[in-house]
C-alpha cells in the first residue's frame, strides 16, 4: 500500500481514487462476465434469471463495442472481447468509488485541495494509478494479448462512461470525454 495507490498522508478523494477504486474493481470481478457464472458456493451454475441474463449481456455488449472502437496503435483497436472482464471491473470499481466518497463527505463541508474538489482528486487518483508511458510495440503486443485494457483507456474509457466524472468536471455533451453511448453494467 505505497503511493500512488494509497497514502496516508493523503485525502479520502485521491486514495478512493487510487486504491478505493481498485478494491471496487475486484469486487466487480465477482459480478463480470465471468464471475457471474459462479454461484455462491464457487460452483460454476447459471443462478440468474432468464431476465437479468439478457439485460447483462446487453450491457456487457455495450462495452464490448465501445472498447473494440479504442485505438492502441496505427490499425490496432483494443479487443473489447478480451479486456471485457477488466472494464467491467474497471467500471464498476470507480463507480463503487465514487460513491465510498460521497458516503465519506456526508455532513462535512468538502474542501479544495490544490485548487481541486474532493471529485476531481477522485478522477485525478484514478488517472495516476494508470500513468503509463508505452512504446508502439509493446501498446501493440498488449492491446492483442492482454485482458486488461491500455492505462490510457482504462482512464479515458472509463470517466467517458460517468455522468459523475462530467459534473466534477463541468463536461458538456458533444465533448470528447462524453460518451455519445455511455455503458453501465455495474
Ligand atoms: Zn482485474
Redesign the pocket.
Known sequence: MQPPFYDFKADDGANLGGIGAVIG??LT?GFDDEGRQFDAQGNLHDWWTAEDNKAFDERAKCLVDEYNGFVAVDDVHLNGKLTLG?NT?DNGGLRLAHMALEQSLKGKTPQNIDGYTPEQRLFLGWGQIWCQNLTDQIARLQALTNEHSLGRFRVNGVVQNMPEFQKAFSCKAGQPMVSQKPCHVW
Open positions: 474493481h475486484e470481478h477488466e471491473a
